[in-house]
């Protein structure tokens, strides 16, 4: 397993002592935490209520580019209020997530969806890794 806690992201978002249960770690911060990448870049986090109301104190939402929802960008911190599209709610994400090293962390399988609807290099890449990892076990 990774060295989750070294990992300088999630040690920042951890010190912004946000509530546990309105926020999930999505994107490329998933794979890490399940050790299937070394490093992700920087850490996208879905995050409603309490959560949201206080990341927008750290900067000013914006808009963001795939969805009608709104982000803010602090560091390599990114907070969103909602998930790309409205196939996903984002109280089930967050309430259906995973929970791991004491974060909550939406499901592989949307991310896995995610993935595949983005279709990028970087999301191919993570694709493949995925799938040897079904495969491995």
């Given at each position: 397993?990774?060295?989750?806690?070294e990992h300088p992201h999630f040690r920042e978002l951890a010190a912004l002592d946000l509530p546990a249960g309105d926020f999930a770690v999505t994107g490329s911060g998933v794979?890490?935490?399940h050790g299937l990448i070394a490093d992700p870049r920087d850490l996208d986090v879905l995050t409603r209520g309490l959560?949201?109301?206080r990341v927008t104190q750290l900067a000013a939402?914006?808009?963001m580019p795939f969805t009608a929802g709104e982000?803010?960008?602090s560091g390599c911190l990114e907070f969103v209020d909602r998930w790309f599209s409205d196939m996903w709610v984002v109280?089930?994400?967050?309430?259906?997530?995973?929970?791991?090293?004491g974060f909550r962390?939406?499901?592989l399988d949307v991310i896995r969806a995610t993935k595949v609807m983005l279709g990028r290099p970087r999301d191919l890449e993570h694709l493949a890794l995925m799938d040897e990892k079904v495969r491995e076990k």
């Open positions: 397993m990774n060295r989750f806690w794979l890490f935490a959560a949201w109301e939402p914006q808009p982000a803010v960008v109280d089930e994400l967050i309430d259906d997530a995973d929970v791991l090293h962390f939406v499901r």
